[in-house]
């Protein structure tokens, strides 16, 4: 059973769209940062390597390209845990 109270797509259409712009802000800053690591493949992202919620640092330092579905994988295991 996922630790996420709702499925990933409902995650997406529902929640996130309410973040969205906070998020596309934070990544076009980033991404001026390290355009380097563009363009993200299909199944990548920019997260946190230390999550926010387990105190990682809200900074670029504490961001990388990653596979989404490793992200997930173990931001949740690391959210189940500390619950």
Known sequence: MSPFPIAFSRFHDEVFVD???????HFGEW????PGHLPLAFDE????RIPI???????FEN???QNMQVLWGTHSQILAQLR
Do not use: P
Not at 19 to 25: M, T, V
Not at 45 to 48: A, D, H, I, L, Y
């Open 19 to 25: 973040i969205k712009d906070l998020g596309e802000r």
């Open 45 to 48: 992202c920019v997260g946190n």
């Open 53 to 59: 919620f387990a105190d990682g640092a809200d900074s």
């Open 31 to 34: 991404a001026a940062e390290y």
């Open 63 to 65: 961001m990388s390209k």
